[in-house]
């Protein structure tokens, strides 16, 4: 594809992964029964699943990777601003998931801890909008000590582990902004789009009930003293915690210190979106596309567009809505 255009991209569900979940994600998009063991759609993926390479890449629906595309034409893809700044990297990795069990507490490393011990372009910041209802569970309600957390994982105290977490219940159109080094775990139930820096770096803290083996891989081969250390173990107050909540009907969906990872937001029908890298997920309705090219699309709920620079500005039309996912700015 020399000449970028707006595609609607079908679904990329790496399978055997290790917790259940995927009939919601194939609800969602109206597709036929999913596999249990596919409980996430990686959108306009360029990131691979650890250890797993090639999985987790997107191919468009001529067969060719999109990876491979924005290597060999970035400023098409990405714009001559985001390359001066980023390189050829997307900076960007969006998912669909659903949480068919309760995911393991676990916790993602900044970007300083990934480069100096795992030799990774990013740390992982994300965040969640929350398309099903349910509890998740987010950061420390009392400081721990390292030794006591080590001693909790060693020991598979699960309990006592989430016991540890603050549980807040969340209703389609909020979302959450996950820092990275913040414990966090899903609830069952939930399925939400998540926007997220583009590596696959989890410390699993309990692994009980899950397809994996959590004592050889929830530690990413650092061994659980060192990789704990990138864990947040200080307490985050309600206040906090209710910062990184953003309600339904909220003007932002995400706070200011999270556009350095990605932007989110929600738009309708009458808006504009500048020329530029992005993911467009159908969240009701159908919305029509006009660019500042001349192209026109159409994108109904449950469907995944990829939007490369080249088309320009996007004019939105009709009564639908949609979550925008961009690299920062």
Known sequence: ?????????????????????????????????????????WIASVTTVRGQSPAGLSRLPTGELLA???????????????????????????????????????????????????????????????????????????????????????????????????????????????????LHAIGPGILLAEVQEPEDLSILLEWNGFDLDGARDGHLGLGFEKALTAVEHTERSDDDIRALVHRSGSEALLPAEARRYFRLDHLSGGAALPAGFAVLIGLSGAVSLNTERGDEAQVSSGETMLVPFAVGALRLEGSGTVLVARPPA
């Open 1 to 41: 594809m020399n000449h970028p255009e707006l595609v609607l991209l079908p679904a990329n569900q790496p399978s055997a992964r290790f917790y259940r979940g995927g009939q919601r994600i194939a609800d969602f998009r109206s597709a036929p029964p999913a596999d249990p063991s596919t409980p996430e759609d």
């Open 68 to 182: 491979t595309l924005i290597a060999d034409h970035p400023l098409e893809w990405l714009g001559a601003a985001h390359v001066e700044s980023f390189g050829a990297d997307t900076k960007l990795l969006v998912k669909l998931l659903d949480a068919g069990q309760r995911l393991p507490v676990h916790a993602h490393p900044d970007a300083a801890f990934a480069a100096r011990h795992l030799g990774a372009s990013h740390g992982k910041a994300e965040a969640w909008y929350i398309l099903s209802p349910g509890t998740v569970h987010l950061g420390l309600r009392e400081t721990v000590d390292p030794a006591t957390l080590l001693r909790l994982v060693a020991d598979q105290r699960t309990d006592e582990l989430l016991a540890m977490l603050h549980a807040v219940e969340v209703q389609p159109g909020d979302s959450v902004y996950v820092p990275p080094g913040v």
